[in-house]
T-cell receptor, first 111, second 117 residues
Framework: KQEVTQIPAALSVPEGENLVLNCSFTDSAIYNLQWFRQDPGKGLTSLLLIQSSQREQTSGRLNASLDKSSGRSTLYIAASQPGDSATYLCAVSGNTGKLIFGQGTTLQVKP | NAGVMQNPRHLVRRRGQEARLRCSPMKGHSHVYWYRQLPEEGLKFMVYLQKENIIDESGMPKERFSAEFPKEGPSILRIQQVVRGDSAAYFC???????????????FGSGTQLSVL
């Protein structure tokens, strides 16, 4: 049974810091891994999707890496801003459209 | 192109009543997924539907819950005889293809917050 764990559960940093969010999964037989952002009371916004054959994806200040063999992914946020404050969710998918989510990391970036 | 639309945003029901949650996928999307986020828990898969077909309902509770995605109109998640434990945020997501085969992202709606009194 696939399980996804995110560490840390919460993180508070001053503005401008670079930071890394971690995600681990127990079954390496995944099709892809996706990072989402969730703002309070709102839906999920997809940030980055990494196919199982890929090692990383980049979008602006965000970079996500995937090491399928070790069951790990990291989301790197460069030069963090207060607007980055949100909950970040990692999710993996197998051979169906079903996503298995981690519990999320709640990030607070202080001005 | 409007995103995934869910309504209502907030739904209050008393124990024993029925709850109907609606989801209109993005234009051109024929695959719909429902997820539930219980308080202090992560998002959990409930059901995956294509037009007029339930593809995977392995995450649906065995009783009181049902889902449909008719040929015309929105997808409906129906909860009969609601109990307090059903209080949660229910999210719908859609994709244009057989995700993840084509590597498509899932697009999520803003969710329906169900509160059972």
């Amino acid at each position: 049974k696939q399980e996804v764990t995110q560490i840390p559960a919460a993180l508070s940093v001053p503005e401008g810091e670079n930071l890394v969010l971690n995600c681990s999964f127990t079954d390496s037989a995944i099709y892809n891994l996706q990072w989402f952002r969730q703002d309070p009371g709102k839906g999920l916004t997809s940030l980055l999707l990494i196919q199982s054959s890929q090692r990383e994806q980049t979008s602006g200040r965000l970079n996500a890496s995937l090491d399928k063999s070790s069951g790990r992914s990291t989301l790197y946020i460069a030069a963090s801003q207060p607007g980055d404050s949100a909950t970040y969710l990692c999710a993996v998918s197998g051979n169906t459209g079903k996503l298995i989510f981690g519990q999320g990391t709640t990030l607070q970036v202080k001005p | 192109n409007a995103g995934v639309m869910q309504n209502p945003r907030h739904l209050v029901r008393r124990r024993g009543q029925e709850a109907r949650l609606r989801c209109s996928p993005m234009k051109g999307h024929s695959h719909v997924y429902w997820y539930r986020q219980l308080p202090e828990e992560g998002l959990k898969f409930m059901v995956y539907l294509q037009k007029e077909n339930i593809i995977d309902e392995s995450g649906m509770p065995k009783e009181r819950f049902s889902a449909e995605f008719p040929k015309e109109g929105p997808s409906i998640l129906r909860i009969q005889q609601v109990v307090r434990g059903d209080s949660a945020a229910y999210f719908c997501a859609s994709s244009p293809t057989d995700y993840p085969g084509a590597g498509e992202k899932l697009f999520f709606g803003s969710g329906t917050q169900l509160s059972v009194l």
